[in-house]
């Protein structure tokens, strides 16, 4: 009786896995081409039905005059500028909302976490009370608290409360604005340029030998030698003061309620879940570390500083990551209470005016992504240099 000839190992792993994989990747291949037919098509019908209503189409209208102009507004901006520069206004009051709720977002969470860590019964209490409430509820509805509710609650601007040279009213928080000229500006610019670089450079040199506090105190000198060139040219400098002037508020630069209560809600609502990622990422800490830090004369604030939050940020950091990016996201929420950010001006009034609705929506896809990606990339970079320096 002859025996049949055994296949080859590779033929037979080959035709095992091509009988594995082949159903799925003709599946695949079958869903891209479908996908491809119907974004193709909508493309077309979307361009015949543009032709046959006679709409322009393209990004001219970005040159065009705006006509209108935004409560708030980083840089120079009025009704003879450009749909160009209300969209660069936009994104940085976007990027404004998003930087200030992402700051005090995450100083609120730092604090819960820790705070429902403590061994005081009555802190324990208060931060696990604050994140089951806070978390519960609509991020919307915390805004619209803030914005209909608590800040309307402040007194008119006649009677504003005066704080130094800072004045808080239904108006807003209006704060002084620094005035400078061209030169002023770059040599302010080269001041900090040669702060930045010294002072990473005396880290290096003086961080082996002193602590946080001796840091800030040679920062805070380092600081002051580099600006005190600038006295020569203090004329070039000024100082604009908000001031009540009749029914309303004179210069300074004026934080509006809408980005106060949008401030607030975004911060409040994300820190709750912020809270619990930094809590997971304390308790991933070895309790030998604290008791360390413990022997060494670190406790309290100093040893939760310098010993358990670097570790703990090693693996609360990623998670946080894709939190920082939904708070980025939720900020288009502005809209519902009239802030001026990318979703109320690009895709809104923008739209509106010029009728360009696929161009402006796609400017508003696009600019959000760009956030998002930005974001992600600041954090995979900072989580890329924890590891390294743990490693070290």
């Not at 209503?53 to 009025?78: K, Y």
Request: aromatic content about 10%; hydrophobic content about 55%; charged content about 10%.
């Amino acid at each position: 009786m002859t025996e049949r000839p055994r296949a080859k190992p590779h033929r037979a792993f080959f035709s095992a896995f091509s009988m594995e994989r082949l159903p799925g990747t003709i599946g695949q291949l079958v869903l891209l081409a479908a996908v491809a037919w119907m974004v193709w098509h909508g493309i077309a019908n979307f361009l015949g039905n543009a032709r046959a209503l006679g709409v322009s189409m393209g990004f001219g209208f970005l040159r065009s005059e705006a006509g209108f102009e935004i409560a708030q507004s980083m840089i120079s901006f009025g009704p003879a500028s450009s749909y160009r520069d209300a969209i660069v206004v936009a994104t940085l009051n976007s990027l404004l909302v998003i930087v200030l709720a992402s700051l005090l977002g995450t100083l609120i969470a730092l604090c819960v976490a820790f705070g429902r860590l403590s061994t005081h019964p009555l802190i324990r209490g208060a931060s696990s009370l604050y994140v089951e409430v806070f978390r519960n509820i609509p991020m919307l509805l915390q805004i619209f608290f803030w914005y209909f509710s608590a800040l309307a609650l402040l007194p008119g601007v006649g009677d504003s409360y005066e704080l130094g040279a800072v004045l808080l009213n239904n108006r807003g928080l209006f704060l002084p604005r620094l005035l400078l000229t061209p030169m002023a500006f770059w040599a302010l610019t080269a001041a900090l340029a040669a702060f930045v670089a010294l002072f990473i450079a005396l880290v290096r040199a003086v961080r082996p030998r002193f602590g946080p506090l001796a840091l800030a105190f040679f920062g805070a000198a380092l600081l002051a030698l580099c600006l005190a060139p600038l006295i020569f040219i203090h004329a070039q400098f000024g100082l604009d003061r908000p001031a009540v002037e009749g029914f309303n508020v004179g210069g300074g630069f004026a934080l509006l309620p809408e980005l106060i209560a949008l401030t607030l809600g975004l911060s409040i609502y994300n820190s709750t879940f912020l809270a619990e990622i930094f809590r997971a990422g304390i308790l991933s800490v070895p309790r030998g570390q604290i008791e360390a830090a413990a022997t060494v004369g670190l406790t309290g604030v100093r040893a939760a500083l310098l010993v358990t939050l670097p570790q703990a940020l090693r693996l609360a950091l990623p998670p946080a990551a894709g939190q920082y990016q939904t708070l980025a996201k939720a900020s288009s929420l502005a809209a519902a209470i009239g802030y001026p950010d990318i979703m109320q001006i690009v895709g809104g009034t923008v739209l509106s005016q010029t009728g360009q609705a696929l161009e402006a929506m796609a400017l508003v896809v696009l600019l959000y992504a760009a956030i998002n990606l930005v974001i992600a990339l600041v954090l995979n970079l900072a989580n890329r240099r924890l590891l390294r320096a743990e490693r070290r």
